[in-house]
């Protein structure tokens, strides 16, 4: 069983920064894939973004340019770093990993952004 825990998640002016952070606590994930998605109101989970081994990462459109993905293998962290926040970037955003064979999801972290 592996446990994912985020946070950095909060409330910020519309063109404002967060970071967020994912540890997985008792577990060695190595170069697992990690990855950050993110769940608005009414609407369907979306990736925003992947990362395999420590520096191959994958964006979707909306966070080219916005949002970085990293990794720190020596203390089991995945962050997400956010600049130019917009409203519609208000979500709830989840971690995940795929380790052995299976997906595991972090709680989730709430992130508002206002106008």
């Known amino acids: 069983q592996v446990q994912l825990v985020e946070s950095g998640g909060g409330f910020v002016e519309t063109g404002g920064s967060l970071r967020l952070s994912c540890v997985a606590p008792?577990?060695?994930?190595?170069?697992?894939?990690m990855a950050w998605h993110r769940q608005a109101p009414g609407k369907e989970r979306e990736l925003v973004a992947r990362?395999?081994?420590?520096?191959?990462?994958e964006y979707e459109d909306f966070a080219k340019g916005r949002f970085t993905i990293s990794r720190d293998t020596k203390t089991n962290t995945v962050y997400l770093q956010m600049n130019d926040l917009k409203p519609e970037d208000t979500a709830v955003y989840y971690c995940?990993?795929?380790?052995?064979?299976?997906?595991?999801w972090g709680q989730g972290t709430q992130v508002t952004v206002s106008s």
């Open positions: 008792g577990t060695a994930l190595g170069a697992s894939p």
């Open positions: 995940k990993t795929f380790y052995w064979g299976r997906d595991y």
């Open positions: 990362i395999y081994g420590t520096r191959n990462a």
